[in-house]
């Protein structure tokens, strides 16, 4: 069956600390894979976009990783702030269509 | 300031009834979605339109309805046919066809009375 998943327990770091998050997915093909965050109550922001010929990407304190070998993709945060606390969603482009798959979300709580 | 807006914020049904969840762009977008996102799931398509005059079902259109007469606006409609109506509810844009990246309204949460 296809399926993407997040962590689905809340993720609890001190301040400082690197966080990391994992998109696994089973039985797609992705063209490219997106991390969003969501604050409670808010719409989810795009954050980084990673096609499947990319290994990693950055932007300022962020880095993902894509492997389609593992079918799996991380994002970090660096040095990480109680302002980076909020859900994060992966999503996954297919080839076949465009069609957007979006994981459930993994809560980052940054604790000072 | 450009963006999406989704109103109302909070929204109650009675059985039987039914209501409409606005969202309206000015970010010039060809393209635009009604996602429902429910606690511990990912966000599911209900209905996308990436032109005027015309939509397309997406993985969970039943008991919802949508229109699209102007570029900039994209009503989505909970009739009473859907029976389970509580979530939040997303509208969402993007430039063209390729949903490389997805703006988002603040959303709306629809509750039932």
């Known amino acids: 069956s296809q399926k993407i998943e997040q962590n689905s327990e809340a993720l609890n770091i001190q301040e400082g600390k690197t966080a990391t998050l994992t998109c696994n997915y089973t039985?797609?093909?992705?063209?490219?894979l997106q991390w969003y965050r969501q604050d409670p109550g808010r719409g989810p922001v795009f954050l980084l976009l990673?096609?499947?010929?990319?290994k990693e990407k950055r932007k300022e304190r962020l880095k993902v990783t894509f492997d389609t070998t593992l079918k799996q993709s991380l994002f970090h945060i660096t040095a990480s702030q109680p302002a980076d606390s909020a859900t994060y969603l992966c999503?996954?482009?297919?080839?076949?269509?465009?069609?957007?798959?979006f994981g459930q979300g993994t809560e980052l709580s940054v604790k000072p | 300031d450009g963006g999406i807006t989704q109103s109302p914020k909070y929204l109650f049904r009675k059985e039987g009834q039914n209501v409409t969840l606005s969202c309206e762009q000015n970010?010039?977008?060809?393209?635009m979605y009604w996602y429902r996102q429910d606690p511990g799931q990912g966000l599911r398509l209900i209905y996308y339109?990436?032109?005027?005059?015309?939509?397309q079902k997406g993985d969970i259109a039943e008991g919802y309805s949508v229109s699209r007469e102007k570029k900039e606006s994209f009503p989505l409609t909970v009739t009473s046919a859907q029976k389970n109506p509580t979530a939040f509810y997303l509208c969402?844009?993007?430039?063209?066809?390729?949903?490389?990246?997805?703006?988002f309204g603040s959303g709306t949460q629809l509750s039932v009375l």
């Open positions: 039985n797609y093909s992705p063209a490219y």
């Open positions: 999503a996954l482009v297919l080839n076949q269509g465009g069609k957007l798959i």
């Open positions: 339109s990436q032109i005027v005059n015309d939509f």
């Open positions: 969402a844009s993007t430039p063209g066809q390729l949903r490389e990246k997805l703006f």
């Open positions: 990673i096609r499947e010929n990319e």
């Open positions: 970010l010039n977008h060809d393209a």
